[in-house]
């Protein structure tokens, strides 16, 4: 019988490798083993570059891995736990849609919304894939994101810092078990960020996983992230893996 640590496993990786490119222009990372929990909220860190878009693109199903020991994804709390790497091995695209719909809430470095869709239909959408509708829930998350009023506006209508705060709202709408943001607060005032943060915490507070990936260090420790290192290594390429780092002080 699986303990109740197990149970509440909703990520896992291990020997996990994917390289860019090739040669001295090339690139790779590794992740050793790295799992999320419901409730954990982690900030991976390391320098421009580094590779921490890279990890969170794998992590959400964007990008496939050229090894994967383990790839593991949970679609919530009692659903059973899902093996991503089996399914890019066999080209199982409909089985990894469903996945990224399911598990998966992620807010791309660039935001990646659909330009010819309002910012409200644009975070519908992910309730749509997953099957949850819930249109109170998109008001409550603009409200609190400060976009109410730019709801029925097309991204190329509003600010950067809108886009950005539109593409966490529509990254939590579906209400995932893992929640994936690469650079979150990156475009938007310090108090908004701060906001950000706070609601990333209380969606981890209701059972979720949350990864970000920042440059704001001292933002994240505040906050009370745990801290993942993506770390270059020595060698005769440039690459980097992903390794704990003790909490700042
Ligand atoms: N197609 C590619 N071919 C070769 N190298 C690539 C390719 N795409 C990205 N890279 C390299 O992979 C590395 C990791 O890039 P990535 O965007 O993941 O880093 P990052 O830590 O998110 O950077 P930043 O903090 O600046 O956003 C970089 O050194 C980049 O130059």
Redesign the pocket.
């Known amino acids: 019988m699986p303990g109740s640590e197990e149970l509440a496993r909703l990520l896992e990786v291990r020997g996990l490798e994917r390289r860019?490119?090739?040669g001295a222009?090339?690139?790779r990372?590794t992740v050793p083993e790295f799992t999320l929990s419901a409730g954990d909220r982690v900030a991976?860190v390391?320098?421009?570059?580094?590779?921490?878009?890279?990890?969170?693109?794998i992590l959400a199903l964007a990008l496939r891995p050229d090894r994967a020991a383990a790839l593991l994804l949970r679609r919530g709390l009692g659903g059973p736990l899902v093996d991503a790497g089996r399914l890019w091995g066999r080209g199982d695209e409909a089985g990894l849609a469903a996945l990224r719909a399911g598990a998966i809430g992620y807010v791309p470095?660039t935001a990646g919304l659909l330009p010819f869709l309002t910012l409200r239909r644009n975070i519908q959408l992910t309730q749509e894939l997953a099957g949850r509708p819930d249109p109170g829930l998109v008001e409550a998350l603009a409200a609190r994101l400060e976009i109410g009023g730019a709801l029925d506006r097309l991204p190329g209508q509003v600010s950067v810092g809108q886009r950005q705060r539109a593409a966490v709202a529509r990254a939590l709408a579906h209400r995932p078990a893992v929640v994936l943001a690469?650079?979150p607060t990156a475009s938007v005032h310090p108090s908004q960020a701060d906001e950000v943060l706070r609601l990333l915490r209380d969606t981890a507070e209701a059972g979720a996983a949350v990864l970000l990936?920042t440059?704001d260090l001292p933002r994240a420790a505040a906050a009370g992230l745990a801290l993942l290192g993506?770390v270059p290594e020595e060698g005769t390429e440039?690459a980097?893996v992903l390794r704990p780092l003790p909490a700042a002080a």
């Open positions: 860019l490119g090739s222009g090339g690139f990372i991976v390391g320098p421009s570059g580094a590779g921490k878009s890279t990890f969170l693109a470095q690469d650079e990936s440059h993506c440039p980097s």
